[in-house]
Structure formats: C-alpha cells, structure tokens
C-alpha cells in the first residue's frame, strides 16, 4: 500500500510515504520560532503548522516520486498533542482524503513512537518491552502482539523529556534542552554531584523527576556549586541511571530478549551506550534518532499496518488532545 503520513501533535510539520511496509521519503521542519520562549507556544505551533504543511507534504510526495491520485490512504495523528497543532494536521488530512476518496486514519502518537523502533529493526519479533521516554511521557510497555499491549508503569509527574527541558532552563541552556545537556554534559564528569533518584531502589515500573529538578534548583543557588558541565553530566546521569535500571527491571519481570526504547529522550548517545553496557543479555533496540523524535514516517508506518487490516477512521473523527494508548 501507498500511505501518506501527516504529523503535527506538537513543534514538527511532518510528512512521509510508506509502501509496503518501507519508508520512501520523509520531509520535516522543525519550529525554531519556539526556542526564544524557552518552550513550546501552543498558538505559534498551530499557526506554523497552517504556514508549512502543503509545503512539507508536497516535499515528501516529490521525494518519493508519488502524485496524489496514487495514495491508498493518509494516517495523521490524531492525539496525544496540543490541540491547535492537531487540529491543522486533521482538517488539512481530512480536505486531502475526501478530494482523493481515499480512506483516512487517525493514528496514536504514542503507539507510533512504539512502531518506528520497526524502521530500526523490520525484523523485531513479538514480545518486547518498550522504554517510552518523550517530552510528555515516560511509560514502561510490555507489547505483546500489534494492539496488544501491557502498561507497566508511568511517571508519577514529570517526563523525562520535559526534566531535560527544564534542567536545560535552569542551566540558561535552550529548548528543546536533551539535546543541549547532552552535548554539554560531554564536558562535564557524570559522577561530580549524586542528584536524587526516585524509586531506583523499588522494584516497581514507576518514575518521578520533579524531586530532581527541584534538586538541581536548589544546587544552582549554592555558592559552591560545580562547573556548569559537571552539573550538566550529573544531572542527566541522575535521570539515564533511573531508565536504565527500570528498563532492567522490566526486561528481566517480562522475561523479554527484546528491549526497544522510543521517543525523543531515545536520540541521547549517553543512554543508547549506558543501557547497552548495563543491561546485558538483552537485544537492546533504538530507532535512528531523526525517528526517535517527533516524525511522520512513523505515523505512516503504523497507518499502513492498520490500514491493510481494514482499519479507518470517519471524516468526521475528533482530535483526542489526551488520547492514551488502550
Ligand atoms: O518524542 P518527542 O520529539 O516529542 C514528544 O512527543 O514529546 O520528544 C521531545 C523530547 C523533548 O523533551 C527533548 O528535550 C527530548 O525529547 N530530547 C532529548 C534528546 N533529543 C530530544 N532528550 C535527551 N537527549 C536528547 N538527545
Ligand atoms: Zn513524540
């Protein structure tokens, strides 16, 4: 099948064909206007989104040498996101797939991100555990057949994506602020300050970072305080340490060969190299990191695969701003 993916839950207008199962083209623009404010604008990602979708969608179609008339289908997200953003990305799919009479799908961001560890891995077998790290989430999955999936544990407040985000601030590094430790964090020396570390003695799949961060806050305003990239280091071996050891403890509770980690936390070098020395005996599996962040060729990839089971959504289906994964 042909599938035209559309993604904007949050700061990235994306598009991406998929046929038969393999990714042709995948064209992105990431929002700079956001950087300034520290942090995503929810206005400014719908208006952007408005600004750039025809443009990035006509890049994925020229890339993958398709016109219009040849799609079987369009996959969009339909939730989780900002609602604004997932609104452009909906209407402007639902105009595409009535002109065309083709059939449309609303897709799961979550289970998307989960999904594009098989762009990594076409040959990943059932079942596995899934570490799903992002900016607005931080879940454990024990995923034991396509739609059949079991929630270990989740963040009790924060995600791991939004404790980089707003460690990255307190540094008076930029957004999005993984990145931006990470890369000074390579200066710095991960064992130089001992920041908490929630439930990282409890055999259990639950996480916490606000303590973290209001560590790091109240480390900032002491006088004897470290250098910036010690502090950097230590801050995301505090957050990595906890992920590795639950993704353990969750591979070794599901007796699970395969461990995959997804989303946007999956792109840092320091927790591919971490959890593959701590985790031994497992097939630890990352999508490349350009498909660990926020993409459409995932949501292609998943459409397709429901898609192909007859699956569809009614023109007239709503965005689910909350949507979780059932
Ligand atoms: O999956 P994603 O692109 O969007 C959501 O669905 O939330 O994840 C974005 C999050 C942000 O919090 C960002 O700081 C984090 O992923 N992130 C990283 C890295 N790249 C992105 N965190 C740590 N290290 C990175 N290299
Ligand atoms: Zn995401």
């Known amino acids: 099948m042909k599938i035209l993916g559309i993604e904007t839950s949050c700061d990235e207008t994306a598009a991406?064909?998929?046929?038969?199962?393999?990714?042709?083209?995948?064209?992105?623009?990431?929002?700079?206007i956001h950087t300034k404010f520290g942090g995503v604008i929810p206005e400014l990602a719908s208006r952007e989104h408005e600004k750039t979708l025809n443009l990035i969608v006509h890049k994925a179609l020229e890339e993958s040498n398709l016109s219009l008339e040849e799609l079987d289908g369009i996959a969009?997200?339909?939730?989780?996101?900002?609602?604004?953003?997932?609104?452009?990305?909906?209407?402007?799919?639902?105009?595409?797939?009535?002109?065309?009479?083709?059939?449309?799908?609303?897709?799961?961001?979550?289970e998307a991100h989960i999904f594009a560890n098989f762009l990594?891995?076409?040959?990943?077998?059932?079942?596995?555990?899934?570490?799903?790290?992002?900016?607005?989430?931080?879940?454990?999955?024990?995923?034991?057949?396509?739609?059949?999936?079991?929630?270990?544990?989740?963040?009790?407040?924060?995600?791991?994506?939004?404790?980089?985000?707003?460690?990255?601030?307190?540094?008076?590094?930029?957004?999005p602020g993984g990145p931006e430790i990470e890369i000074l964090a390579k200066k710095?020396?991960?064992?130089?300050?001992?920041?908490p570390r929630a439930f990282v003695k409890e055999n259990n799949f639950e996480f916490s970072f606000s303590g973290l961060k209001t560590a790091l806050l109240y480390y900032m305003d002491n006088k004897n305080r470290k250098n910036r990239a010690d502090v950097a280091a230590s801050y995301q071996f505090a957050i990595i340490d906890v992920l590795v050891k639950k993704l353990k403890y969750a591979a070794e509770h599901t007796n699970s060969k395969n461990c995959v980690v997804a989303g946007g936390v999956a792109a840092n070098k320091f927790l591919r190299q971490y959890s593959k020395e701590n985790i031994p005996n497992r097939n630890i599996i990352y999508p490349h990191p350009s498909?660990?962040?926020?993409?459409?060729?995932?949501?292609?990839?998943l459409g397709e695969k429901y898609l192909a089971i007859g699956k569809t959504s009614k023109i007239n289906f709503s965005i689910l701003p909350n949507m979780k994964i059932d």
């Open 76 to 110: 969009v997200t339909q939730g989780p996101g900002l609602s604004g953003a997932l609104i452009t990305g909906t209407s402007f799919s639902k105009g595409l797939a009535s002109g065309l009479n083709i059939p449309i799908l609303g897709i799961n961001h979550l």
């Open 188 to 195: 710095g020396n991960y064992n130089a300050i001992n920041f």
């Open 120 to 175: 990594a891995e076409p040959n990943l077998e059932f079942p596995f555990v899934c570490l799903l790290v992002s900016g607005g989430h931080t879940q454990l999955w024990e995923v034991k057949d396509f739609m059949s999936y079991n929630l270990l544990g989740e963040t009790r407040d924060d995600a791991a994506g939004e404790a980089f985000d707003k460690g990255a601030r307190v540094l008076g590094l930029g957004y």
């Open 16 to 32: 991406a064909v998929c046929i038969d199962s393999k990714i042709v083209s995948s064209a992105l623009s990431s929002q700079e």
């Open 291 to 301: 498909f660990c962040t926020d993409n459409a060729a995932m949501i292609a990839y």
